[in-house]
C-alpha cells in the first residue's frame, strides 16, 4: 500500500494535496474525489487506518523513527501540508468565484465530477446486480443529502469540534462533499471565516473534531476496501452520481439567510436549465464557456487518471 517516492513525486503528492484541499473549499466537491482520481486514495486510507495500538507499540519500544514509517508519515506530512496551504491561500479564491462566476465555477466542477465517476466506475472489473444496487443506493443517498434545507445553529465549541468530526468523513468520501455538510450544519461561513481570519482557537477546535473522525471513520473505509472492495467502489460511484445535483451550474434562488453581518446568503436554489436561468436571474448563462470548462475538468481528470495509474503499484 505504501509507495517510496522521490522528490519529484513528493512535489507531485504536495499538488495533489493542494487540490484537494481547493475541492474541499467548495460546497459540493469532496476532496475524496480528487484524492481516489489522482490514485492515492487507498494509501491515505490505508495510512490513516496505521495510528493504531501497533503505532504506539512502536513509538516506545523503536522510537520515533519506526513509529512514523508505520503511519507512513511523510506521505501524511506532505499530502495534508498541501492541503492545508491550499485552504490558506485559495480559499478567498474559491468564495470569490462563488460570489461573482459561479455558475462557470460550478461548470468546471460539474465535468471533473462526471469524469470522476467514470474514472472510478472504470475500476470496477465487472458490474453485476449486487453492484448495481450498491451504485444506486449510493446515488440515492448522495441526492438526498443534497437536497436537504441548511440549517442555522450557533457555533457554540462543542458543535464546532462535531462539526469537525461530521464533515471530515464526508471530505474522504469521493462525491459526498464535506464543506456541503458543514453548509448543511450551518458551519460553512464561520469555519471559511476562520481560515481567512486566522481565528486559531476556532480552527484548533475543528481541527481536533477532524482528527478524532479521521481515525474512526479511515478504520470503516480501510475495512470496506479490504474485505468489499467493488461493492464499496460501486458505492463510491452511485455518490458521485447522486452529488451531481449539487454541482449544476445553473441555479436560482428562491430562499436567502440573513448572515451576522446582515448580508443575505443563497440558502435554497433550485436547478433550471441555461435559457431559464437567463429569464429568471437576467444574467448571461456563459454556455460556451461553461461547457468549454465542463470538458477541462473532464480533460483534468482523465490526464490525472492517468497519472494515478501510472503510480499505482
Known sequence: MKQSRNGFQYLLLAVKGMLMGAADAVPGVSGGTIAFISGIYEELI?????FDIAALRLLFTRGPAA?????NGTFLLVLFSGILLSLLSLSRLVLFLLDTHAPLLWSFFFGLIVASMWSLCRAVPRWH???LVSFATGAVVAYA????TPSALEATPLFVFFSGMIAICAMILPGISGSFILLLLGMYTPIMQAILGLQFLTLGLFGAGCAVGLLAFSRVLDWAFSHHRTT?????GGFMLGSLGKVWP???TTA????RHG??????????????FEMLTGQDPGLSAALGLMLLGVVLVLLMDRIGRANRP
Request: without cysteine; proline residues 5%.
Open 263 to 276: 448580508g443575505e446568503v443563497p440558502l435554497v436554489q433550485e436547478n433550471v436549465m441555461p435559457g431559464s
Open 145 to 148: 443529502v443534497t437536497q436537504i
Open 232 to 236: 464499496t467502489l460501486a458505492l463510491l
Open 250 to 252: 445553473w441555479k436560482y
Open 67 to 71: 513509529a512514523w514509517q508505520h503511519v
Open 46 to 50: 490505508h495510512s490513516l487506518r496505521s
Open 256 to 259: 436567502y439567510a440573513i448572515n
Open 129 to 131: 446486480s449486487s453492484l
